[in-house]
């Protein structure tokens, strides 16, 4: 009996052993064919990358041109529009009233097709990271008061019922609103003048353009941020419909304020500059209900003449 149990002990280990076998062979298949599926969905996930990456390259390649081709005819028509609005100026103004209309219609929608192709060359250039500074030292005063008398010529043209005000502060808690060109304190950057001038006329604009009647109010002051490192903050202040709530979140997200009189650009192009170089921007809704601030912050002059700094 004891010969026998041993035997039919041995044949079951066989059996055992032999179904483990059989059973691992079917799980390396199955892990083989897993292997062999996922490599072809590799390549297949590099074929699909490198032609995205081609078109995208390709299209990248196309807006640059487009907007290029777009800007060029339209340098030389808002040159010739300046000479036709000067021979405006020195004319019979009764005579050519519903004409002066049609031509500033004319110059209207040329600075926008010119302001678009710009914007939309900025985009590229984020996109792929070749946004460049050229920095130099200069008065930010200076530049907002140049802002501020463009913005005041096209508001005769367009909006009477809105003013723009210039605030002289020398501490973030004296209000001093003027319409003077008097700087009050002339402040000092380093930075890149012309983009700087861009984020600011971008506030101003937008600012503007959702205050139909009413002020818009612009201030620069220096102020100790954290760290006692010294900063400077250029604010725009409206009177007008304030900030959508469901715009607050996406505020400086492409396109999050696009409308029929703008590409909802110009505030995402902006927060890019500011970040560039070393600032923050922000907007919010005023707390008394009646329209919103937009602000940025860009390092202080001092900060870059101060022995302590590295």
Same mark, same amino acid.
């Given at each position: 009996m004891s010969i026998k149990s041993s035997n039919s002990h041995e044949r079951g280990d066989t059996i055992n052993t032999?179904? $483990?076998?059989?059973?691992?062979?079917?799980?390396?298949?199955?892990?083989?064919?897993?292997? /062999?599926?996922? *490599?072809?969905?590799?390549?297949?996930?590099?074929a699909v990358n490198k032609e995205l990456s081609t078109k995208y390259d390709k299209q990248k390649e196309f807006i640059n041109i487009a907007a290029h081709e777009l800007r060029s005819p339209i340098m030389p028509i808002l040159g010739t529009l300046e000479l036709i609005e000067y021979e405006f100026e020195e004319a019979d103004?009764?005579?050519i009233t519903l004409k002066k209309e049609f031509f500033d219609r004319l110059v209207r929608n040329?600075? *926008?097709?010119? *302001?678009?192709?710009?914007? /939309?060359?900025?985009?590229?250039? /984020?996109d792929d990271q070749s946004l460049k500074l050229k920095k130099e030292h200069f008065s930010l005063s200076?530049?907002?008061?140049?802002?501020?008398?463009?913005? *005041?010529?096209?508001l005769v043209k367009s909006n009477g019922n809105t003013k723009i005000l210039y605030e002289s502060k020398k501490e973030e808690e004296d209000k001093v609103p003027t319409e003077a060109d008097t700087p009050g304190e002339n402040i000092f950057v380093t930075a890149d003048k012309n983009r700087i001038n861009q984020v600011i006329s971008n506030l101003i604009t937008n600012a503007i353009k959702f205050t139909k009647e009413g002020m818009?109010?612009?201030?620069? /002051?220096?102020?100790?941020?954290?760290?006692?490192?010294n900063e400077v903050i250029l604010s725009v202040e409206d009177t007008g419909t304030g900030i959508h709530p469901e715009i607050l979140p996406r505020l400086f997200s492409m396109?999050? $304020?696009?409308?029929?009189?703008? $590409?909802?650009?110009?505030l995402f192009i902006s927060k890019n500059i500011v970040e560039a170089h070393?600032?923050?921007?922000?907007?919010?809704?005023?707390?008394?209900?009646?329209?919103? $601030?937009?602000?940025f912050s860009l390092p202080s002059e001092e900060n870059n003449n101060n022995p302590n700094n590295p």
């Open positions: 032999a179904t $483990t076998d059989e059973s691992l062979a079917e799980s390396n298949r199955q892990l083989n064919a897993t292997v /062999i599926h996922l *490599r072809e969905s590799i390549n297949h996930l590099k103004k009764k005579e040329t600075n *926008r097709l010119e *302001r678009l192709a710009s914007e /939309i060359l900025d985009i590229t250039r /984020i200076e530049i907002v008061l140049d802002a501020i008398e463009d913005h *005041r010529r096209q818009v109010t612009i201030s620069v /002051i220096k102020k100790e941020g954290k760290n006692h490192i396109f999050a $304020t696009g409308s029929e009189i703008g $590409t909802g650009l110009g070393g600032g923050k921007i922000w907007g919010e809704n005023k707390t008394d209900g009646k329209g919103a $601030t937009f602000a």
